[in-house]
């Protein structure tokens, strides 16, 4: 599409003569001209079509949607102002929970995952229990499903009336998170090691970097910038997930939607505490295109490296 | 090669008008109509074969699953013991449908409220009735009158509370979607915020970790919960009700059913002839009373 922009803009140039190249006294070919006007009209067209086709389709999904039977009950019972505006400020609140814990859990699920993956992914002899151990750890936590980790950390631990250990149920929803988490991330750092090329330690090895320094200058470099995308996949995951900490009673954005969905059986608020994830879940995503675009551009420019 | 394309977009685009289409013309019609609240109010006759239950001759009744007691035993909602399965099958004997004729379902709590077609023809499941409620479906009258309960583990200091004053520097749990919480949140107005549990199970565990000092629950299950599942506990006492006017218990019916009327008979002539009492005593016995918190 951009292309097509790109080239309509140059014939509109044409026409008014003020190309940057204009004085240079080059005079497009009539079959340049010919052939940019076919392509400004095909880009028309395709604009056109494209207009009208998502037009159509919304339209037919508006008609399908609100000449529902059930549509007035619906939007009473999903889209109700005055629920809306009740829920907004508790499920914010609530929201405020996941988003700490994002950022807590977050950071120690990267670092943690990191740790674990090198773990794995040491060479020698002697690092094999450490391996043993990585590989059993990611082998467990990534099975485990995360609601029954959670219900185990949450619930079970404090049964063991421990001292000094704490029973509130953020902090240990936090860890069952993170556990859970950080077994995921490994793996991903881990596909990320690996699919460096080895001739890419030969190179450092021969130059005289020892392992770590290999490790820390080559490999892994390359490897983080691969799996960028995936990380903040998981990342993203994260943060939803974050809410199942409620299994303690902790109140988050959903449960928060809950408490007023119970008394009143109204489910707006759910409907704003998923506009509200959604909202959280765009800049991320954002992010996450901004930083691989701008790894991709250093790399472009032979960078780094 | 341009046309065949072109001609392939046309389709594809067609068939999706098409379809879109096809999905307006086969949505389903509004199957229960306004006419049929109003003339539930009027001289509708509430005889077994005229009622519309989903399933002629059936009387289709829905609970969540698993069953609590003390309002099921055995979380077997069909076997006719415990208060509400007993309630159950004198509502249905009292429409004219015999044991046999009655058809359990098992509905988690939210699903029964949702809008849209609903599979059963009530549902019982200790909801409490509320104006606010009322406006997404429709309630019988009140089978059970009941009072919340606090409950904490003995020898702490919730468990020797006396008055709601003493509530409130604790930290408190109940179940969500109950007016447990709105006890809490309304009456106690703790100084921490309240935990709100999916289930009370989880509030149970709470409980028994320490995470909290006390919890709300009906007073019938806080007598449960005491007597048989967290012994070590005891009820510190009841709440008085808010407002003067008792809070019931009602069975749930679809917005605008056209079974709401009766139903709500036969609860009335249950209640007028004693048989709720009767059922109260025979299940409920062990929920005597308990000191109340001012």
Redesign the interface.
Known sequence: MTVTKEESGQEGADDKGDMPGADDGYVPSPRRLERERYKTARARRATTIAAL?TL??GA??Y??VV????WQ??K???FSGQYAREAFPKVLEGLWLNVRLLLVCGAAVIVLGMLIAIARTLRGPVFFPLRVLAAAYTDFFRGLPLIINLIIVV?GV??L?LQGVT???VLLGGTALTLTYSAYVAEVFRAGIESVHPSQRAAARSLGLSNRQALRYVVLPQAVRHQVPPLLNDLVSLQKDTGLV??????DAV?AA??I???????TPYIVAGLLFVALTIPMTRFTDWVTARMDRRRAQGGTI | MYTARSALRRAASAATVALLATAVGCAPQPSKTASGKASASGNQSCAKGELGTQTSDRLTIATDEPAYEPWFKDDKPANGKGFESAVAYAVAKQLGYAKGDVVWQSIPFNKAFAPGEKTFDFDINQVSISAERKKAVDFSSGYYDVRQAVIALKGSKAAKATSIADLKGLKLGAQVGTTSLDYISDVVKPTQEAAAYAKNDQAKAALKNGQVDAIVTDLPTAFYITAAEVTNARIVGQFENQGGTPEQFGLVLDKGSALTSCVTGAVDALRKDGTLAKIEKQWLSDAVDAPVLK
Request: aromatic fraction near 8%; proline fraction near 8%.
């Open positions: 086709s159509v389709t037919v999904l008609f399908v000449s529902a039977p059930g009950v619906t009473e019972t999903f619930l404090p049964a009336r029973v509130d149920p409620s299994i303690g009673g902790a109140i449960r809950d408490i969905e119970g008394r009143s059986l109204n489910f």
